[in-house]
């Protein structure tokens, strides 16, 4: 079993930056991929970005790349998330997954099976 808890979301004005992290505790984080996800009102909850165990690939949904990266210390059990450039449609509760790590990158909720309860993450215009 795994335990996922984010931190560091909160209200930021469009073209600033925020900071998340998933640490985690459980069984060995360090051989999971981990991915965030987001969730607008009233929308779903949709693919933002995820690493590889080792740290050595990543993959970006297309609304943000180039703005986010994502990365992992395995020593301290923990993921980030840095947000520069946020934009108003950036607002949304941002989830921290996990999942065994396969061949191919994982996109949608249902095949991680590991959740955190979420951070809101607010941009004002």
């Known amino acids: 079993q795994v335990q996922l808890e984010e931190s560091g979301g909160g209200l930021v004005q469009a073209g600033g930056s925020l900071r998340l992290s998933c640490a985690a505790s459980?069984?060995?984080?360090?051989?999971?991929?981990t991915g965030w996800f987001r969730q607008a009102p009233g929308k779903e909850r949709e693919f933002v970005a995820a690493i590889s165990w080792s740290g050595g690939s990543t993959y970006y949904a297309d609304s943000v790349k180039g703005r986010f990266t994502i990365s992992r210390d395995n020593a301290k059990n923990t993921v980030y998330l840095q947000m520069n450039s946020l934009k108003p449609e950036d607002t949304a509760v941002y989830y921290c997954?996990?999942?065994?790590?396969?061949?191919?990158?994982?996109?949608?909720?249902?095949?991680?099976?590991?959740w955190g309860q979420g951070t809101q993450v607010t941009v004002s215009s």
């Open positions: 459980g069984r060995t984080f360090s051989s999971l991929t």
């Open positions: 997954a996990a999942r065994a790590w396969g061949s191919r990158w994982y996109v949608t909720p249902n095949e991680y099976a590991y």
